[in-house]
């Protein structure tokens, strides 16, 4: 096995995991959120619905993400495009989301965790699949290089 299916499916598994911990667990409601918003969804108040329909929402989009990783990590090299939109997603709603929250003044201490899952918390890098896991096998030259084009 490669270290870029591994890559795809360790990050596969922790999408999973934040699939199942804003939509289920409402997680993020319960640690950010305003205090008493899922008390006052469930009462029938529309803005904390919205809240918690947004996050549901966003949920259901983070578990489409990690489930496609999966499935796609039985062919790695077919999926590039999937993983280096996997990186811009963990750059932009990631990082740069993360940032935004701080500046807008919301807890430090969890939004500086974010920031160092999205950076590549664990061992391999993550977001960043493994060195030598994207593109031409080591030692090879590209195609109109080897075929003595240009």
Do not use: C, K
Not at 48 to 70: K, N, P, Q, R, Y
């Amino acid at each position: 096995m490669t270290r870029l299916t591994w890559w795809m499916r360790i990050v596969g598994v922790f999408y999973l995991l934040q699939f199942v911990m804003m939509v289920f667990v409402r997680a993020p409601i319960r640690a950010v959120g305003p205090q008493g918003a899922l008390a006052q969804a469930a009462a029938g108040d529309l803005t904390a619905s919205f809240l918690v329909d947004t996050w549901v929402t966003f949920g259901l989009e983070v578990g489409a993400i990690g489930a496609v990783l999966l499935i796609a990590s039985h062919a790695p090299g077919q999926a590039i495009a999937l993983v280096w939109a996997v990186i811009a997603i963990e750059l932009a709603r990631g990082i740069a989301d993360d940032i935004y929250m701080l500046a807008r003044g919301y807890d430090v201490t969890t939004y500086a965790i974010w920031i160092f899952l999205h950076n590549g918390g664990h061992r391999d890098g993550a977001p960043l699949p493994p060195q030598r896991s994207i593109g031409r096998p080591r030692g090879t030259a590209p195609a109109a290089i080897s075929q003595g084009a240009g």
